[in-house]
């Protein structure tokens, strides 16, 4: 009898490739290549959600702050009991940066963070109202903020379609050959052009579950990977993809 957990979503073959399509430039992919990674992303992960904890938009300004070389389950622990006292920026700033200071302890940096959180939420008072700019290049005046804090702020909190380049994207952008740069910004760019607007959206956190969970920087598991039939990253051990189902959202 089938089991219906193995029952696996037909390929669609219309990705092989005839003999004069062309790659989109700047990638290794044709543009139904491209087209069914994403597709196949977006069935694995038809909702995907960042994984950093926050009750509106400047809690979430502040922890991708503090998640700058940390992980998203560090930053969590140390927030949930910050911004049960300081969710606002006043609030925040009335709490001052010592004890700031002594809820971040256990992330990396947390001195300076601890400083950035301060002046951001001065800044944020003084010159915003206290609201969160829905802007990149304003947001990226804001102390500790640079582009990639900024992106991750507008897709989250804003619903805008961006591509904040992490250590994850950049890496799969290079090694699939899918958006090659020598910098974050030279990915991020190719990125937001090569992939269909349908799955713009989504695609950042796509990448990054992707990059986190199976195309892993040591070692990738490819015979884990539902694009490993399309992929051309030189060091892909296996032409088979896994198969193709809903994932359960991941919980940390
Ligand atoms: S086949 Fe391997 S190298 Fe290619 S995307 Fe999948 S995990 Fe990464």
């Excluded at 206290?130 to 897709?155: H, M, W, Y």
């Excluded at 804003?158 to 740069?181: C, E, K, W, Y």
Aim: hydrophobic residues 40%; contains cysteine.
């Amino acid at each position: 009898m089938e089991n219906p957990k193995r029952k696996v979503d037909t390929l669609d073959m219309s990705i092989a490739r005839p003999a004069r399509v062309r790659n989109v430039p700047g990638t290794r992919y044709t543009a139904a290549e491209i087209h069914e990674i994403f597709r196949r992303f977006r069935v694995q992960r038809p909702e995907p959600k960042g994984e950093l904890e926050h009750v509106n938009p400047f809690t979430l300004l502040v922890a991708v702050v503090l998640s700058a070389q940390a992980t998203d389950a560090g930053v969590n622990k140390a927030t949930r009991a910050l911004f049960d006292v300081a969710d606002t920026p006043e609030k925040m700033l009335a709490l001052g940066e010592a004890k700031v200071g002594d809820y971040i302890r256990t992330i990396g940096l947390w001195r300076n963070k601890a400083k950035n959180v301060i002046a951001l939420s001065e800044a944020l008072i003084d010159r915003y109202g206290s609201v969160v700019p829905d802007d990149r290049d304003e947001l990226i005046k804001l102390p500790g903020v640079g582009r990639k804090t900024a992106n991750v702020v507008l897709s989250m909190a804003f619903g805008q379609s961006t591509m904040a380049v992490d250590t994850h994207i950049f890496r799969i952008g290079n090694r699939l050959g899918l958006a090659p740069g020598k910098t974050p910004d030279e990915v991020e760019a190719r990125l937001m052009k090569v992939i269909p607007s349908e799955f713009l959206y989504h695609a950042h956190h796509w990448l990054i579950l992707h990059g986190r969970y199976v195309c892993k920087a040591r070692k990738p598991e490819c015979p884990a990977c539902v694009i490993a039939d399309i992929c051309k990253a030189a060091e892909k051990t296996s032409e088979i993809p896994a198969p193709l189902v809903p994932l359960p959202v991941q919980v940390f």
